[in-house]
């Protein structure tokens, strides 16, 4: 009889083991997936300060490109192609960031799309090629663009192209 009672005992006390053993195997889940989504917002933002940086730090570069085009100034085939190529890269980050909401823990408001929608805003080109890009593009972020960032366009007071503002001199 003793020796049932301490096969019992042994036979709970591995039991109790091995379910402490999947509650901190739970508990290192979950700091890796508040990890992982951490992550994946810093990616984010640094996504996004690097698209701006490109446009402001490049002088002569992208936001010049996008300031002539926008006026109707003529481009070279080369300028086209570097604004189409940064068009292009542009739309695919949105893609990417709206993919990492889709696929991972974070949330639809971590998506910035009215910073998107100013993006478009201020390159109206940007949605003459988002729509040359649409079949290529995952439907549920083309069905996104058109219902929480193009819509936010249409709500924009649509003025003239101001003057560029002129190089401050030191």
């Known amino acids: 009889m003793d020796f049932d009672k301490l096969n019992q005992r042994m036979t709970l006390l591995a039991n109790l083991c091995v379910v402490a053993g999947i509650a901190i195997l739970v508990f290192e889940l979950r700091q890796n997936n508040d990890l992982l989504e951490s992550e994946a917002r810093a990616n984010i933002d640094a996504n ?10 490049n002088t002569g570069g992208v936001a010049d490109l996008i300031w002539r085009a926008r006026n109707g100034d003529s481009l070279s085939d080369q300028e086209r192609w570097r604004l189409t190529a940064y068009r292009s890269m542009l739309i ?8 990492e909401i889709n696929d991972g823990p ?3 408001s971590d998506i910035p799309y009215t910073q998107w929608a100013g993006v478009f805003f201020m390159d109206p080109k940007l949605q003459d090629h988002f729509n040359s890009l649409r079949s290529t593009l995952d439907p549920d972020f083309v069905k996104f663009v058109d219902q929480r960032v193009l819509i936010l366009l249409s709500n924009l007071p649509t003025t003239k192209t101001p003057d560029k503002p002129k190089e401050q001199v030191e």
């Open 48 to 57: 996004r300060v690097s698209q701006q940086r490109m446009i402001v730090e």
């Open 92 to 99: 695919h980050n949105f893609e990417s960031v709206f993919q």
């Open 106 to 108: 974070l949330l639809e």
